[in-house]
């Protein structure tokens, strides 16, 4: 039986088949799920047609829908239930911040725009999770999966500035709905990846300066244009091997994250634009 046999997934945030919930989206579907796409209006829905034709199997459904707002989600969830009635898993892979939030703005961003990177960027994972909450009791006997995106939020790096506050949001977030939610046996757990070369990533100023340290100094080494080890670990979290984690950070980043310093062998250029 295939990992994700007739698991129901849906995937937010597919916007270029570069984009990793694309990547999820093409395992889940090698592994045997079913997945529903869902994206905030203003996207044309005819370009997330086309990229969903690329994927393995075509997707149960299309759905436009805000995560901010309360009956864009309800308009998902009235989606969700009407194709299979119950839901098995979701992907959070929904951020956002104003430019003046991002690329060492950070001393004079202003409260609507750390609200607004906020808001997309964290907040929505639990209005999504609370929205879906009825769709997600009734998965299987090993429970529901909820998995978000994250970029590693214990320290400071150059240029990302609100939006890394908004992931330590996330963070934190994922361990509350972890605790509220797992009676309903609901885990909630989010994949800190390493920076993967997206549209949204090259819309962050300086995304190279972080990309070239990342190639460098991770020391299982790392590709920018590689989203599939992420995907990989996304489906062994919507998996029932996964049953008993909640509440966790999961990095897929080459093991930077635990390096205190360069590996033999950086160059200075790249170790001086890294952490």
């Known amino acids: 039986m295939a990992l994700l046999d007739g698991k129901r997934l849906i995937i937010s945030g597919v916007l270029t088949d570069d984009s990793i919930a694309y990547a999820v989206a093409e ?11 869902t994206n905030a209006p203003g996207r044309p829905s005819s370009i997330m047609g086309r990229i969903a034709k690329r994927l393995p199997d075509d997707p149960v459904a299309l759905v436009e ?10 308009a998902l969830r009235e989606a969700a239930e009407r194709y299979w ?11 956002f911040a104003p430019p003046t939030a991002l690329g060492g703005n950070f001393l004079n961003t202003q409260w609507e725009d750390v609200a607004t990177a906020i808001e997309v960027s964290a907040y929505s994972l639990k ?12 998965a299987g006997d090993k429970g529901a999966s909820v998995v978000s ?40 757990n989010t994949v800190s990846s390493g920076p993967i070369q997206t549209m949204a990533g090259k819309s962050i100023p300086g995304f190279n300066q972080l990309a070239d340290a990342w ?35 999961l990095h897929v980043d080459g093991g930077y994250h635990a390096m205190g310093a360069p590996v033999v062998g950086a160059s200075t250029r790249s170790v001086e634009s890294g952490r």
């Not at 395992?27 to 997945?35: N, S």
């Not at 009635?85 to 951020?95: E, S």
């Not at 994922?174 to 509220?180: E, K, M, Q």
């Not at 590709?223 to 995907?231: P, Q, T, Y």
């Open 65 to 74: 829908a805000d995560l901010t707002d309360e009956d864009g989600v309800q």
């Open 215 to 249: 190639e460098s100094q991770a020391p299982l080494g790392w590709n920018v244009r590689d989203a599939g080890s992420v995907a990989d670990t996304v489906a062994y979290l919507f998996s029932d091997l996964s049953r008993g984690m909640t509440g966790s950070v």
């Open 85 to 95: 009635g119950g839901v098995d898993g979701i992907l959070h892979a929904v951020a």
């Open 27 to 37: 395992t889940a579907i090698y592994h045997g799920a079913k997945v529903l796409l």
């Open 127 to 138: 209005a999504m999770v609370v929205g879906l909450r009825p769709l997600l009791e009734k």
């Open 149 to 188: 995106l994250d970029f590693d939020a214990t320290v400071a790096w150059p240029v990302y500035d609100w939006m890394g506050v908004a992931k330590a949001s996330l963070e934190s977030i994922t361990r509350y709905l972890a605790r509220d939610l797992g009676p309903s046996k609901i885990r909630v």
